[in-house]
């Protein structure tokens, strides 16, 4: 069952791997049109949802470079 989230735009993903792109597809389905991805996880959404993917170990060489 896909209940639509009313006044919610973003999501914030910080689930496993393995249930990334399950969770995806439930927020697409809700209404979400735009998904902050953690997960390690290249996703597969429709056309009118945009994905920002966040690398957190490459954030974290680079920070580490620079100090």
Known sequence: ??????????????VPRESAQKIANYLSGAGIKYIWNFTPTVLSVPDNVQVWNENLMGNFLQFTYNI
């Open 1 to 14: 069952m896909i209940m639509l989230m009313e006044n919610v735009d973003i999501a914030i993903l910080t």
